[in-house]
């Protein structure tokens, strides 16, 4: 369950609060009777990012063409294409 605490007490009262989030309880941050914030305990993320050169060694490869253009990606006739002069967005609109 989470205790509602107003604004001025968490500031007061903060090192007790957070033994108390150690403790596995939640508190509601509230100012003038609206809840604002949430005091909760934290939780690292459980997928970490492999770091750079992580996969040094491991066999993997990437198609010979991946940095030409797609020119049938716009239509011509979109409104987004670049021969309507328009700023450069990406457009999945296609004319049928």
Same mark, same amino acid.
């Not at 492999?50 to 011509?76: H, K, T, Y």
């Not at 309507?84 to 999945?92: D, E, L, N, R």
């Given at each position: 369950? +989470?205790?509602? #605490? $107003?604004?001025?007490?968490?500031?007061?009262?903060?090192? /007790?609060?957070?033994?108390? #989030?150690?403790?596995? &309880? &939640?508190? #509601?941050?509230?100012?003038?009777? +609206?809840?604002?914030?949430?005091?909760?305990?934290?939780? *690292? *993320? /459980?997928?970490?990012?492999?770091? *750079?050169?992580?996969? &040094?060694? +491991?066999?993997?490869?990437?198609?010979?063409?991946?940095?030409?253009?797609?020119?049938?990606?716009?239509?011509?006739?979109?409104?987004?294409?670049?021969?309507?002069?328009?700023?450069?967005? #990406?457009?999945?609109? /296609? $004319?049928?």
């Amino acid at each position: 369950m +989470q205790t509602v #605490v $107003n604004a001025h007490e968490a500031k007061t009262h903060l090192s /007790r609060l957070l033994e108390a #989030v150690e403790r596995g &309880e &939640e508190f #509601v941050i509230a100012r003038a009777g +609206q809840p604002v914030a949430m005091l909760s305990a934290y939780h *690292p *993320p /459980r997928r970490k990012i492999a770091p *750079p050169g992580s996969m &040094e060694g +491991q066999s993997w490869w990437m198609a010979d063409d991946f940095d030409e253009a797609i020119d049938d990606l716009v239509s011509p006739s979109c409104p987004c294409s670049p021969t309507t002069k328009t700023p450069s967005i #990406v457009c999945w609109w /296609r $004319n049928p």
